[in-house]
């Protein structure tokens, strides 16, 4: 890597590199990476933590989803940076960036992860839904859609089952819920699987201590809405 190179990538906010990964793709990113060395890519990952711990930086969705490409090219490097910032729950501009974590997190299909890497990401994603209290941004919405329509698997059915049941919040419950529905969609007609989430929507439209998740599962059924 050039002396040009090395100084933009360790100045604050990175504006070129964030400018220019803001259009790549994550697997194109990801391969530009591997040509850097182990210090200049911690380097980069240090500066991308540093950058979505700034509000005012992260606030602006290209440097937010730019660095978050980054951290899932770095991967399994940046896996403990990934979980610190699912953890951080305070504010919108957190939820902002677990939001994008999750839009992005189904591109690692196209890299070379680890079973043992895409194990502690499928945790970090069922802590969140099972402990998560906020609808903020959506982001626990879009954790239960990144399980249930772009990483399906019996893994993350699993994960979805028991955070739509076991789930502490309503936030959590709900984004469960709504991966559930889309688990469901692709589920053979008869399968053991269907008749799980069925039965399982089944037993939150009649029994969650949530109005508002027993009308979605109502919604999901299809059956009449329970009494408030």
């Known amino acids: 890597m050039s002396d040009k190179s090395q100084n933009y990538i360790s100045d604050l906010p990175q504006?070129?590199?964030?400018?220019?990964?803001h259009t790549v793709?994550?697997?194109?990113?990801?391969?530009?990476?591997?040509?850097?060395d182990r210090i200049e890519q911690h380097t980069l990952?240090?500066?991308?933590?540093?950058i979505l711990s700034d509000k005012k930086i992260s606030i602006n969705e290209a440097n937010r989803v730019s660095c978050v490409k980054v951290l899932i090219s770095l991967l399994p490097l940046s896996m403990s940076t990934l979980e610190r910032l699912l953890k951080k729950r305070k504010g919108k501009?957190?939820?902002?960036?677990?939001?994008?974590?999750?839009?992005?997190l189904d591109r690692i299909s196209c890299l070379h992860i680890s079973n043992?890497?895409?194990?502690?990401i499928l945790d970090a994603i069922s802590e969140y839904l099972h402990n998560i209290s906020s609808e903020t941004a959506s982001a626990a919405w879009m954790a239960g859609d990144l399980l249930g329509d772009h990483w399906k698997s019996k893994?993350?059915?699993?994960?979805?089952?028991s955070a739509?049941?076991?789930?502490?919040?309503?936030?959590?419950?709900?984004?469960?819920?709504?991966g559930l529905e889309q688990h469901l969609k692709g589920a053979t007609r008869g399968s053991h699987l269907r008749k799980r989430a069925l039965q399982a929507l089944h037993n939150?439209?009649?029994?969650?201590?949530?109005?508002?998740?027993?009308?979605?599962?109502?919604?999901?059924?299809?059956?009449?809405?329970p009494l408030e």
């Not at 793709?25 to 850097?36: K, M, N, T, Y």
């Open 15 to 21: 504006k070129r590199l964030l400018h220019e990964f």
């Open 155 to 161: 893994e993350t059915f699993s994960i979805l089952l």
């Open 116 to 120: 043992k890497t895409s194990s502690l």
């Open 25 to 36: 793709d994550v697997p194109a990113i990801a391969d530009r990476l591997r040509s850097f």
């Open 164 to 178: 739509v049941q076991k789930g502490r919040y309503v936030a959590g419950r709900l984004g469960a819920l709504h």
């Open 204 to 225: 939150v439209s009649s029994f969650d201590r949530s109005y508002r998740v027993r009308v979605s599962a109502c919604y999901a059924l299809g059956k009449k809405l």
């Open 45 to 50: 990952l240090n500066t991308c933590e540093k």
């Open 93 to 104: 501009e957190a939820y902002k960036i677990h939001f994008t974590i999750f839009c992005f």
